[in-house]
């Protein structure tokens, strides 16, 4: 093989690298946008919202840890510091609420004076009547309907006895964790003006403490592909 055989074959070889080196930064930068489109979205069109306390368990802090990787305890359903937690966004716009669906969960407040958000799965739609029987089967308008929840979580004996008649702007939220979840079970049905937004997706994790005003807050965001709800 002469020389310029030599040269013609070592340009084939680099630019075939080359080929292979612009393929490699094109697809990087696509996908590097895309998560980046998917971050800018989120926080231009929908609301963070951040998951403390296991009354949602197993759905959200499913996997929820400590600073010495221990799991969050799911029979507290209180608020926890120096855990990872779950992250997601929400819909607040009023269409997205108008549009609210049996077993979405949403994240609301409980009452006008109320300063926290909490995060639960709506049963009852207004007008509904919701009864619970043999501890946890739900019945809207007398008939049985499925819940999307092993029996071991929605199994209580904290539901109230009896149908529940819903008002024409009243909603049935639950934890998914009932036993260990204060919701409509104690407090009774919620009104539709304090529903903040509805849970669109996980896209992260969080640590949480408490800040200078002795307020839980959060820290550490780590974003992730998006576990749609």
């Not at 669906?101 to 509904?128: C, H, M, W």
């Not at 009896?162 to 964790?177: A, F, I, K, M, R």
Request: aromatic share 12%.
């Amino acid at each position: 093989m002469d020389k310029t055989e030599k040269n013609e074959k070592t340009n084939k070889i680099r630019n075939r690298f080359k080929l292979i080196l612009n393929i490699c930064i094109i697809v990087f930068s696509v996908v590097l946008l895309a998560v980046e489109g998917v971050v800018y979205y989120q926080r231009a069109y929908l609301t963070p919202f951040w998951v403390n306390g296991q009354s949602m368990y197993p759905t959200l802090n499913g996997d929820a840890l400590d600073a010495e990787g221990n799991p969050l305890d799911e029979n507290s359903g209180g608020a926890h510091v120096g855990y990872t937690v779950d992250y997601g966004v929400m819909d607040c716009h009023e269409k997205a609420i108008n549009k609210i669906k049996r077993f979405d969960v949403v994240v609301t407040k409980y009452t006008a004076q109320d300063t926290s958000n909490k995060i639960k799965r709506v049963l009852g739609l207004p007008g509904e009547t919701i009864e619970f029987k043999n501890g946890g089967d739900l019945f809207i308008n007398g008939e049985y309907l499925k819940q999307p929840l092993a029996d071991e979580y929605i199994k209580s004996d904290k539901y109230p006895k009896g149908p529940t008649v819903l008002g024409s702007d009243e909603y049935y939220v639950c934890g998914d964790n009932r036993n260990h979840s204060y919701d409509s079970s104690a407090i009774g049905a919620i009104k539709k003006e304090y529903i903040t937004g509805k849970a669109i997706a996980i896209c992260g994790t969080a640590k949480v403490f408490l800040n200078s005003q002795n307020f839980y807050d959060i820290k550490d965001i780590k974003y992730s592909w998006p576990r749609f709800l």
